[in-house]
């Protein structure tokens, strides 16, 4: 028995609510963007050759908008927008299809986590809270 065809959708049916619609763009665009902070997917983009492909260039170009600070207060991994800015270079794009630069930018970004709280003069140590470590009686 063959299976039964999917019912064609009347245009009302197909037609969105436009705030529906502005907000699932919004939304994965977003990911998209948040995605350009994995250095490993950067990477993968680059040996599929996507990362070549002009209209992914210019796509690239678009998002460019997420700088802008109503839009980039979205966003959790900031150093997606750093990849996106780096991804304007086409020098960049070529060199990301290396296996020693997905491990240099994945390094560079670790020891930014790593460090980025250490500023000179200020203490990161956290003070103990055991009043017998601070030397604090109890009455």
């Known amino acids: 028995m063959a299976p039964e065809p999917a019912p064609t959708q009347s245009p009302q049916a197909t037609t969105e609510d436009p705030r529906a619609s502005n907000r699932e763009k919004f939304e994965l665009e977003l990911e998209f963007v948040q995605s350009l902070a994995n250095p490993y997917y950067l990477h993968n983009l680059?040996?599929?050759?996507?990362?070549?492909?002009?209209?992914?260039i210019n796509y690239l170009e678009y998002l460019m908008y997420w700088k802008e600070k109503d839009y980039a207060r979205f966003i959790r991994y900031p150093h997606?927008?750093?990849?996106?800015?780096?991804?304007?270079?086409?020098?960049?794009?070529?060199?990301?299809?290396?296996?020693?630069w997905r491990e240099y930018?994945?390094?560079?970004?670790?020891?930014?986590?790593?460090?980025?709280?250490?500023?000179?003069?200020?203490?990161?140590?956290?003070a103990p809270t055991d009043p017998q470590e601070t030397g604090v009686q109890s009455q």
């Open 80 to 100: 997606a927008l750093h990849h996106l800015d780096l991804l304007q270079h086409a020098r960049f794009r070529s060199e990301m299809k290396k296996d020693e």
């Open 46 to 56: 680059a040996q599929r050759n996507i990362l070549d492909q002009p209209a992914f």
């Open 105 to 126: 930018l994945n390094q560079k970004q670790y020891d930014h986590w790593r460090t980025w709280r250490d500023h000179p003069g200020i203490s990161t140590n956290v």
